[in-house]
């Protein structure tokens, strides 16, 4: 299991190319298609809980401190509802310690409602202010127009708009068409699902909720131009090559940036988690709650399409080029001819093996059949007396 982990991590800090990320893109497809759907299918069911400033309303406020010791939020709440007869939006405790206090939010009240509420929450609840000491004063109100979050919110949809567009001419001028094309459609994916999060959780929608988006949206490209630029490095004069096709290519970019998206979104991650935790739950301030929320999802979604959403549509929208067909045919046939020759090399060294092997066993067969025969030595030939020169008589 160790070596198993161990291997992973090898190779992700590698990067030669192990994780098929772009020939398992229609599986990604479709995990991001289904949730832009569900993110869509919230916006237009569920919608938003927008804050006071996009809807208008009255807004009261007083210290989280009575004479008896905390105030609790719900208990302001019950107060308000005895005293009109109707229920506040939203009633929540802001900050911690000394400086806490409960804010109610409700729809637009008339000068006579908002008198009767704050006193109604002096006499039961008795708020102390800085001095210790209760007092009326220490509850303030303030009336709040939608007009301001509707400007907000156009103000919004400008900075956007503008930044959509420059950003289109900036990817299509350094890098190329369809390069624009697909980093803008991971940056509305980014929006899409950033949004929908927001509408699944119910969170209230605030001017940090708009400027929150805004800021994410440099961050979900960050990533992409950063993918992009080792993708168009490696391609450089891959039309006249037959090592690798257009998705190879990019599959290897992808690999080699993969472990310094990880690094840097981690890092970037950290502090904003860290702001969702400490600064949301902990001091229980709303707005960093609205900021932080926004900022985490976006940077998150924005890690992921770059990586599997982004590159695998550049790889489809250039496959539908004749050239990179063409040179993608060209890199098939090559392989094929290498495998075979490699068959025929693999088969023809089989032969000359078997050739060896049949030759080494009829060798060894002859030295079995000459040691088996017995030795033969000559028989010695009788031997003949000289003739001595000397006749008998």
Known sequence: MTEKKESVFHRLYVGTGAFDIIGARKRWYLFFGALVLVCLASIGIKQFHLGIEFVGGTQIQ??????????????????????????????QKVGTGGSASIQIRSESLNQGEVAKVKQALFDKLQPVGANGQPSPQVISDSAVSSSWGGEISRQALIALAVFIVLVTIFLAVYFERWMAVAALISLIHDIIVTAGVYSLIGFEVTPATVIGLL???????????????????????????????????????????????????????????????????????????????????????????????????????????????????????????????????????????????????????????????????????????????????
Not at 65 to 84: N, T
Not at 244 to 259: G, I, K, S, V, W
Not at 300 to 305: D, E, P, Q, Y
């Open 62 to 91: 007083m210290p989280a401190h009575s004479v008896r010791g905390e105030i609790d939020d719900q208990r302001a709440k019950d107060v308000f509802s005895e005293a009109l007869g109707k229920s506040a939006d939203e009633v």
């Open 215 to 393: 800021t994410i949206l440099g961050f979900s490209l960050y990533d992409t131009v950063v993918v992009f630029d080792k993708v168009k490095e490696n391609s450089r004069g891959l039309l006249g090559l037959t090592r690798r096709n257009y998705a190879e290519t990019a599959n290897l970019a992808l690999n080699q940036t993969l472990m310094r998206s990880i690094n840097t979104s981690v890092i970037a991650l950290l502090p904003v988690l860290g702001l969702l935790v400490i600064g949301a739950i902990v001091l229980g301030v709303g707005t960093l709650q609205d900021l932080a929320l926004v900022q985490m999802t976006g940077m998150l979604t924005g890690v992921m399409s770059s990586l599997f959403l982004a590159t695998p549509l550049l790889v489809d929208f250039k496959m539908r080029d004749p050239k990179y067909k063409q040179q993608a045919e060209r890199v098939a046939n090559r392989r094929k001819n290498l495998a075979r020759k490699a068959a025929d090399r693999e088969a023809e060294l089989d032969t000359t093996d078997d050739e060896a092997l049949q030759a080494e066993l009829r060798k060894e067969k002859a030295y079995a059949a000459a040691a088996s025969v017995p030795t033969r030595n000559p028989k010695a030939s009788p031997r003949r007396g000289r003739p001595s020169g000397k006749r008998r008589k």
